[in-house]
C-alpha cells in the first residue's frame, strides 16, 4: 500500500499506543481519531461529496478504505448512488435500496494532507483529554487537592493538579499570602464546570469548608465522625470560628481540635497562614451556642426574637467592645456561625430600650383604653405591649392582677376591641382612599393594615396580587449584625416581602396567592362553553 498510510502499519499502532498512555485516554478514541484524519484526507482526494469510510485494525494496523453508496432506479447524486447497472459491477444480486461497499485505493499523504491530518487527530484526542478531565474531577467537589503553582494571572492562581489545572480566583485566595511559581499548595475543589476550552477547575483557600477538611485531616476523631464540625465562619486571614459537637461522651471535641500542646490546631493554623481559630462547642440551644460563639466575651442575657429572625445579646458595658471585636469582626462570625443576625447592647443600652419600651407601651394603653398612668403602667408591668394581648386574653388572667377584678377586666377588655374597631375602621377608609378593591378584604388572612401596606406598594387588585411570588409577598427581611447604635440602613438593606413585617407562614402566603389566582379558573371556565359555541357555528 502507498507510503505514508500503511507503509509501516507497526508505527501507527505505537503512535496510537503512545498517546493514548501519555494522555491517559482510551485507546479506542486514539485509533477513531487517526481513522477520522484519514476519512477527510481521502475526501479531499476524491471528492469532498463522496461519503467515505476507514478502518483502522488496532492490532495489525491494516488500513481499508471505501466508500458506500446507494442503489437507486435513477441517479441523483453520482457520489453517493448508483443504478441497478451499476451496483451488479459491485455486488452481483443488488437491488434498489442497498447500500454497497465500494473499495477504494490507497491514497499518499502529501504535506497539506498530513498537516490537516495531524490537526484532526490532535483535536479529537485533546477533547477526549478534556472529557477525561471532566470525568475524573466533577465528583470530587469539597475535597482537598495539593498542586504547584503554575503561574499568576491578574491576581489568579493557576494550579498544575497533574492531569489537569485548576484556578484560584482572586476572592478565594488568603489576603496577604504570598505565593511563587513551583510553590505547592493545597486548596479545596469548590466547583467543576464543563465548558468548551475544557472544565474549569475552581479550587479555593477562603472557604470555611477547607478549614473543615484541614481539621478532618489533622484531627482523627472528625475522620471517623466521632467529633462533628456542625458550623464553620472565617475572615480569611485574620481570624475563624468552628463550632464542634462530641457523638461520644468521653471524649471532649474542643481538647481533641486543640490537641497535645495545641499540636493538631497549629497545624491548621499554619496552612491558614496564620489564621487565628476559636474553637468552641456547638449546642443545639440557639442562645447557648450564642454565648459560647462570642466568647471571649462574657454575656448577661440572650433575647431571641423568632419572628425578626433576630438574637438581641446584652453584655456589661466594659465588654462591648470585646464582644464586637475589631471592626466588628468578633460579632459577624458569630453571626455567620449562628445564621443568625445579631444586636449588641450594653446593660445600659438595654435598660435604657426598656425604660423607653414601657414608657411608650404605657402611653398607648392610656390613650386607647382611656386609663390613667398607674393603671396603664401596671398592664405594661404584667407583660402586656398590643392592644390585641388585652382584647382577646383569657378573662381571668386578667381578672387575677393584683388591684382588677372581673368588672375592671371585662372593661378594659371591650375598651380594648373597641379601640381596635376603630383601627380597623381608619385603615379601612385609608385603604379604599389607596384604590385597593374590596375584593382582596375577602382574601384570607389579610387586614386592613395589611391591605393599606399593598396599597402603599402599588398592588390594588386581585390581578396584582395574583401576579407576586409568595417569597414576594412574605418572605423576611435578611438583615446584618449590627450593634443596636449603628446607622439603621443595613438593617434593611434586604427589603423582603411587600408583607415581610406581619410574620406570616409560607402556607398563609401560598394560600393569599392562590385565593387571589382563583378567578382565573373561574373565568376561564365562564368562557369555555362560550369558544364551543362559537365553534359549533361556525362548522355550520
Known amino acids: 500500500m502507498a507510503t505514508g498510510v500503511t507503509a509501516n502499519r507497526a508505527e501507527l499502532i505505537a503512535i496510537a499506543n503512545s498517546v493514548a498512555n501519555e494522555k491517559m485516554i482510551d485507546r479506542a478514541i486514539v485509533i477513531e481519531a487517526m481513522e477520522d484524519a484519514i476519512q477527510r484526507a481521502a475526501r479531499t482526494r476524491y471528492g469532498q461529496e463522496m461519503d467515505i469510510r ?19 432506479e435513477q441517479v441523483d447524486d453520482i457520489y453517493k448512488q448508483v443504478d441497478v447497472k451499476g451496483a451488479q459491477k459491485l455486488q452481483a444480486g443488488a437491488v434498489v435500496g442497498d447500500f454497497l461497499v465500494d473499495p477504494l485505493p490507497p491514497i499518499e499523504f502529501g504535506r497539506i494532507q498530513a498537516q490537516a491530518a495531524k490537526q484532526t487527530i490532535f483535536q479529537k484526542v485533546r477533547d477526549a483529554e478534556r472529557e477525561r478531565q471532566y470525568e475524573e474531577f466533577k465528583d470530587r467537589s469539597g475535597e482537598i487537592i495539593t498542586g504547584v503553582v503554575k503561574r499568576v494571572e491578574f491576581g489568579h492562581i493557576v494550579v498544575d493538579l497533574g492531569r489537569a489545572e485548576g484556578v484560584i480566583r482572586r476572592d478565594q485566595q488568603i489576603p496577604r499570602e504570598v505565593v511563587r511559581v513551583n510553590d505547592r499548595i493545597r486548596s479545596l475543589i469548590l466547583k467543576v464546570v464543563r465548558e468548551n476550552r475544557g472544565p474549569q477547575i475552581f479550587l479555593s483557600r477562603a472557604h470555611p469548608d477547607f478549614m473543615k477538611k484541614l ?23 485574620s481570624r475563624a470560628k468552628i463550632g464542634v459537637i462530641s457523638h461520644d461522651s468521653s471524649i471532649d471535641p474542643v481538647g481533641a481540635c486543640v490537641g497535645m500542646k495545641g499540636s493538631r490546631v497549629q497545624a491548621v493554623v499554619q496552612e491558614m497562614q496564620g489564621e487565628k481559630i476559636d474553637i468552641i462547642p456547638w449546642s443545639p440551644d440557639t442562645a447557648t451556642f450564642v454565648v459560647n460563639a462570642l ?144 375584593a382582596l378584604a375577602e382574601l384570607p388572612y389579610l387586614t386592613e393594615a395589611m391591605l393599606v401596606t399593598l396599597g402603599k406598594a402599588g398592588i390594588t387588585t386581585l390581578d396584582d396580587l395574583a401576579d407576586l411570588a409568595t ?22 438593606e434586604n427589603k423582603g416581602g411587600v408583607l415581610a413585617e406581619y410574620g406570616l407562614s409560607e402556607e398563609q402566603g401560598n394560600e393569599i396567592i392562590m385565593a387571589a389566582r382563583a378567578h382565573w379558573f373561574t373565568d376561564e371556565e365562564e368562557a369555555a362553553p362560550a369558544g364551543d359555541d362559537t365553534a359549533e357555528a361556525s362548522e355550520a
Open 54 to 72: 476507514a478502518k483502522l485494525d488496532p492490532n495489525n494496523g491494516d488500513l481499508r478504505l471505501w466508500r458506500v453508496v446507494e442503489v437507486v
Open 215 to 237: 481539621f478532618a485531616q489533622e484531627v482523627p476523631e472528625i475522620y471517623d465522625g466521632i467529633i462533628e464540625i456542625k458550623a464553620a465562619a472565617r475572615d480569611p486571614g
Open 295 to 438: 466568647q471571649p466575651a462574657n454575656v448577661s442575657r440572650v433575647l431571641i426574637d423568632e419572628e425578626e429572625d433576630r438574637i438581641e445579646v446584652v453584655v456589661p458595658d466594659d465588654q462591648l467592645s470585646l464582644a464586637i471585636g475589631r471592626r466588628g469582626q468578633n460579632v459577624r462570625l458569630a453571626s455567620q456561625l449562628t445564621a443568625k443576625a445579631i444586636d449588641i447592647l450594653t446593660e445600659t443600652d438595654a435598660s435604657e430600650k426598656r425604660q423607653q419600651e414601657f414608657v411608650r407601651n404605657s402611653e398607648l394603653f392610656q390613650n386607647e383604653l382611656d386609663v390613667d398612668e398607674t393603671l396603664a403602667q401596671l398592664l405594661v408591668a404584667e407583660g402586656f405591649s398590643e392592644l390585641e394581648e388585652v382584647a382577646y386574653v383569657e378573662l381571668d388572667e386578667l381578672a387575677g392582677i393584683e388591684g382588677f377584678d372581673e368588672d375592671l377586666a371585662q372593661e378594659l377588655q371591650s375598651r380594648a376591641q373597641e379601640a381596635l374597631e376603630r383601627r380597623e375602621a381608619a385603615a379601612r377608609e385609608e385603604r379604599r382612599a389607596l384604590g385597593v378593591e374590596d
Open 471 to 492: 417569597d414576594e409577598l412574605i418572605e423576611k427581611r435578611r438583615a446584618e449584625p449590627r450593634r443596636r447604635n449603628e446607622d439603621a440602613p443595613r438593617k434593611t
